[in-house]
């Protein structure tokens, strides 16, 4: 619930009042939505006090664009701050991209705060070289 969140929230703004930074994969599941798919739902926690993470990909040697795995969103518990508002009204009235009419607070926290590489990630287990997708890749790089 909320309040549980909003807690939460309060003790990672301890956190980083003691300079103890909080960077966490902003998920794979795209923007994610209710069961009934009427609400589009952020992804828990996306407290302003946490640097969310999302996933890039490469679309050329030269192109590198969001991940459609990569979880973003806007919050339905804390205002947009300020620093985030021109980029993001700018983002909402660029007339190439459609964006459901309803559904989503325009107005709340949007996230994810940044972005890495994260889709064909090589990770190495016992000397093997294996190809890892998704923000639990981006955030440790980002870090």
Do not use: H
Not at 68 to 92: A, N
Not at 95 to 114: E, H, L, S, Y
Not at 115 to 140: C, E, K, L, R, W
């Amino acid at each position: 619930d909320n309040s549980t969140e909003q807690r939460l929230s309060n003790e990672f703004m301890k956190l980083g009042l003691k300079g103890i930074s909080i960077l966490l994969a902003s998920g794979d599941i795209g923007v994610g939505c209710t069961d009934d798919c009427k609400l589009l739902q952020p992804t828990y926690p996306n407290s302003p006090w946490i640097t969310m993470v999302g996933a890039t990909t490469l679309e050329s040697e030269i192109m590198e664009r969001g991940s459609v795995l990569s979880s973003g969103g806007f919050s339905y518990i804390y205002d947009m701050p300020d620093y985030q508002k021109d980029l993001v009204s700018e983002y909402l009235n660029n007339p190439n991209i459609q964006f459901p009419t309803q559904g989503f607070n325009k107005n709340g926290r949007a996230f994810p705060d940044v972005s890495a590489f994260g889709i064909n990630m090589v990770t190495i287990i016992d000397g093997t070289m294996y190809p890892q997708d998704g923000t639990s890749a981006s955030a440790p790089l980002f870090s």
